[in-house]
């Protein structure tokens, strides 16, 4: 069985993924393109794409016109599965937006470090006027 959160494996996690959030927010490219896992089977699904490799993912992101990226992470979750497998998961709302974005990232300890091997990022909807089920009658 796997050890769930080994202190020192989730704080080396964390301290990567705030590299990538300070990275994010710069629009440091060659920080976020070196935060990935050089691979082609490292994926990252966007709110408007689907990016398969990494040779796809930097594309992206070098052909993203550079836009104000600042935001506000909410709920931030680091888990660690043993001592080369991690997931970060966090909300955001980006600087005047009121929509709740989540970015979830797979981290894999490689011989240069931690990498994302694979990442989503999606905005929900605002909520419904639906009334809740004790509402319902």
């Known amino acids: 069985m796997l050890e769930i959160n080994m202190p020192t494996v989730v704080a080396e996690v964390t301290e990567a993924f705030q590299r990538y959030e300070r ?13 990935f896992w050089n691979s082609p089977h490292t994926l990252r699904f966007g709110i408007g794409e689907n990016l398969y490799g990494y040779e796809a993912i930097a594309a992206f992101r070098n052909a993203r016109p550079p836009i104000d990226l600042t935001r506000r992470l909410m709920n931030t979750v680091i888990t660690s ?22 970015q979830s990232h797979v981290w894999l ?22 009334p809740r089920p004790s509402e319902e009658r």
């Open 23 to 35: 990275a994010l927010v710069a629009n440091d490219i060659a920080a976020l393109d070196m935060l």
């Open 81 to 102: 599965y043993g001592r080369d497998l991690a997931t970060a998961n966090t909300e955001f709302q980006r600087e005047g937006s009121k929509v709740t974005g989540r």
């Open 109 to 130: 300890r490689t011989d240069q470090g931690w990498r994302i091997a694979a990442a989503h990022v999606s905005l929900l909807s605002a909520p419904s006027a639906r």
